[in-house]
């Protein structure tokens, strides 16, 4: 008796499911926390569940949410400065970062560079998993633009700064804040923010509470961006704060 082999039909039905699943539990998300304080995000537990599975159970992945309204406006303007310099203008996507970043990859390939905005950012910490395939690169730009088309600038901007990752389980910048100054996010200087904004690429490279020269050269370059930018007016002029 030959056994039947089961049809194309039933993988690509069950695989259609699992991305209807996903879609309805990513939307329904990116609804709730366009006002709910997020949680914990994905890196967070990705995070988490490394260390535990590694034996490492005195990690903790910790966050404070706050409001942009509990954070300094210096701290907007040094991610912005660092990471998104057209943040308040583009759609989530900055088409010329990406074909700059395509044409040094062309000729650097051991040195890739990136140039994902603040937008894709959130929305990978938040839903995703790290990693640079073809098929997580994808997800990150359907969430980014329902991130766009749902959040305000100011929403994605205050969520990103409490999801992002600043040290060895430390998450948001009142947690950064707290570890590395003793103090609240909303006390901030610009040079404290510049800092934290510094070890962003690598938070667990470049350490906040030990700068390396790299880092410090960093942190004074972000410094001139801010006020090249128009210092505090920028945050307030784009009503990011």
């Given at each position: 008796?030959?056994?039947?082999?089961?049809?194309?039909?039933?993988?690509?039905?069950?695989?259609?499911?699992?991305?209807?699943?996903m879609?309805?539990?990513?939307?329904?998300?990116?609804?709730?926390?366009?006002?709910?304080?997020?949680?914990?995000?994905?890196?967070?537990?990705?995070?988490?569940?490394?260390?535990?599975l590694?034996?490492?159970?005195?990690?903790?992945?910790?966050?404070?949410?706050?409001?942009?309204?509990?954070?300094?406006?210096?701290?907007?303007?040094?991610?912005?400065?660092?990471?998104?310099?057209?943040?308040p203008?583009?759609?989530?996507?900055?088409?010329?970062?990406?074909?700059?970043?395509?044409?040094?990859?062309?000729?650097?390939?051991?040195?890739?560079?990136?140039?994902?905005?603040?937008?894709?950012?959130?929305?990978?910490?938040?839903?995703?998993?790290?990693?640079?395939?073809?098929?997580?690169?994808?997800?990150?730009?359907?969430?980014?633009?329902?991130?766009?088309?749902?959040?305000?600038?100011?929403?994605?901007?205050?969520v990103?700064?409490?999801?992002?990752?600043?040290?060895?389980?430390?998450?948001?910048?009142?947690?950064?804040?707290?570890?590395?100054?003793?103090?609240?996010?909303?006390?901030?200087t610009?040079?404290?923010?510049?800092?934290?904004?510094a070890?962003?690429?690598?938070?667990?490279?470049?350490?906040?509470?030990?700068?390396?020269?790299?880092?410090?050269?960093?942190?004074?370059?972000?410094?001139?961006?801010?006020?090249?930018?128009?210092?505090?007016?920028?945050?307030?002029a784009n009503?990011?704060?």
């Open positions: 008796m030959r056994l039947k082999r089961p049809k194309a039909g039933w993988l690509r039905r069950i695989v259609i499911r699992i991305l209807l699943v879609a309805v539990f990513w939307g329904g998300g990116i609804a709730l926390f366009s006002f709910l304080p997020v949680p914990f995000s994905a890196v967070m537990v990705e995070r988490q569940l490394g260390n535990w590694s034996g490492n159970f005195s990690y903790i992945a910790h966050s404070d949410w706050v409001s942009m309204d509990e954070i300094s406006p210096w701290m907007g303007l040094a991610v912005i400065a660092a990471e998104d310099q057209k943040f203008e583009h759609w989530g996507f900055d088409v010329g970062a990406i074909e700059k970043a395509l044409a040094h990859n062309e000729r650097n390939e051991s040195r890739i560079r990136g140039a994902s905005t603040l937008s894709q950012q959130t929305a990978k910490n938040l839903f995703l998993w790290d990693g640079r395939s073809w098929i997580r690169k994808g997800f990150e730009a359907g969430l980014t633009l329902g991130i766009e088309t749902v959040w305000s600038k100011k929403r994605i901007l205050t990103y700064l409490n999801i992002a990752e600043f040290g060895e389980g430390v998450f948001g910048v009142e947690a950064a804040s707290q570890r590395y100054f003793n103090k609240p996010a909303s006390r901030l610009a040079s404290e923010a510049a800092l934290l904004a070890v962003l690429p690598n938070p667990i490279r470049f350490k906040a509470s030990a700068p390396s020269g790299y880092v410090r050269s960093r942190q004074a370059w972000i410094l001139r961006q801010m006020r090249q930018l128009g210092g505090e007016g920028f945050m307030q009503k990011l704060h």
